[in-house]
């Protein structure tokens, strides 16, 4: 990403990792996208009665090049995919994204053709959060969760090797497709 | 506004010009702040805010929470695994797969035939629409006030029984155990088992001590 991706490990990174990831917790700017009900309690979580802005989302940013934060706040047509890729991929690094609500996590209530069944089809989810709309405070909740996240993110080198640890785990966990019992 | 200029020197003749002056001087000293009363007379009003992680105001008192699998008084499951919330549920987000009670072995999960030997919810499918608890022949599934959820993958949101399961009450023996001795299944629902009795906590200490041996 920047400078701090160039950094050595060991003591000064961990302490770069933390003070960037305290920064960045506190920073994050949403982007301003809903697609259908679930944005009616995105838009409450403004206001001041839960008052996003407690936890550094001054602002839901009006562009995508602005914004730090996706939150998916509805289903996800087929229609709406190309777009919601490519609001994401406008997005500056380093950027994450909630699945707000079980229509955007999983395809919901609407499991047909006209649905995307999960918006991880398109775009990589870090917080997926469930309810028909979730209400304000579960979407707080998953920003806090977030935020924990966002704190624990390795840089550099630390960040290279968790993604090679992440790789090798994935590599040796069993596949989807191969799993037999109850969770299959 | 035609008849504007007949009435204005009206006005301004009956008042006075020195009170218009003044007032106007007023609003002249006060204009460029005149606008920050509001914010500053704000500065003293309570704050609205809810203060979410810290002071979690409480939801209504049935609000639709995550789900719960209750238990009868002694500790034997509700559930009987007739899978009607599955049916009832717009989402097909409820996955259950019932089993035969059998004393022999000791696999007595719940009064009477069958229970759930498999129950899960798939939280990422739920809307929380209440349609299964309205289904539910045996009150057994009912929802909490709980809904902090989130979480960062999907197969972790599918809870499964020992998740839903309600915790075991102070006097609840955990689930695979006889019947009261003398009851049947109709007793437990007209509210005649009101807690574990000695014969069944006899034979829990004695299966457990077995499996512990065993293990």
Known sequence: MGIEEKLPAGFLLSTVENVAGYMRKYSVWPATFGL????????????????????????????????????????????????VRQVYDQMPEPKWVISMGVCASSGGMFNNYAIVQGVDHIIPVDIYLPGCPPRPQMLLNAILELHDQIQNTKLGVNRQEAARAAEAAALKATPTHAMKGLLA | MADNPNAKPRHSGADGDPQKSESSFLSDLFAPVAGFGVTFSTMFRKVATEEY?????????????????????????????????????????????GADNDDESGQRY???????????????????????????????????????????????????????????????????????????????????VTGPTPDQEKWVREHSSDEESAE
């Open chain 1, 36 to 83: 259908a009900c679930c944005a009616i309690e995105m838009m409450a979580v403004g206001t001041p009665d839960y008052d996003i802005a407690r936890f550094g989302m001054e602002r839901f940013s009006a562009t995508p090049r602005q914004a730090d934060l996706m939150i998916v706040a509805g289903r996800v047509s087929q229609k709406m995919a190309p777009v």
């Open chain 2, 53 to 97: 992680p810290e002071q979690k105001r409480p939801t209504q008192l049935r609000y639709h929470g995550r789900h719960q699998l209750n238990r009868h008084p002694d500790g034997l499951e509700k559930c009987v695994g007739c899978e009607l919330c599955a049916w009832a549920c717009p989402a097909d987000a409820i996955y259950v797969e």
């Open chain 2, 110 to 192: 719940s009064p009477g035939e069958r229970y759930g030997r498999v129950y899960q919810i798939n939280y990422l499918r739920c809307i929380f629409c209440a349609l299964c608890i309205e289904a539910c022949p045996t009150r057994a599934l009912t929802m909490t006030n709980e809904y902090e959820l989130a979480d960062n993958n999907r197969a972790d949101l599918i809870f499964t029984k020992d998740q839903l399961l309600a915790p075991i009450q102070s006097g609840m023996l955990p689930a695979p155990h006889p019947m009261v001795e003398g009851m049947e299944e109709r007793d437990y629902y007209q509210g005649k």
